[in-house]
């Protein structure tokens, strides 16, 4: 069956509902894996982009070197 997941907005307490199937849960469970093992690792290569304008970390990313 699949699983019913809700999120919440923190801003608003705002809840969004969707369905994933266990595919779907156990390939996130990797993509996070995997994600934990390169934050570990210290891995944290830049990959600018639209969000880069609401990122706290410009200030110091070294892909925004040039704009500093």
Known sequence: DPARLTF???????????VRTDKDLRDALEEVRDVAGKIRSGCF????????????FVPICPAHEDAL
């Not at 919440?8 to 969004?16: P, S």
């Not at 290569?45 to 706290?56: E, I, L, Q, S, Y």
């Open 8 to 18: 919440y907005n923190l801003t608003d307490n705002e809840a969004v509902s969707t």
């Open 45 to 56: 290569d830049a990959t600018p982009g639209f969000v880069c304008k609401r990122c706290d």
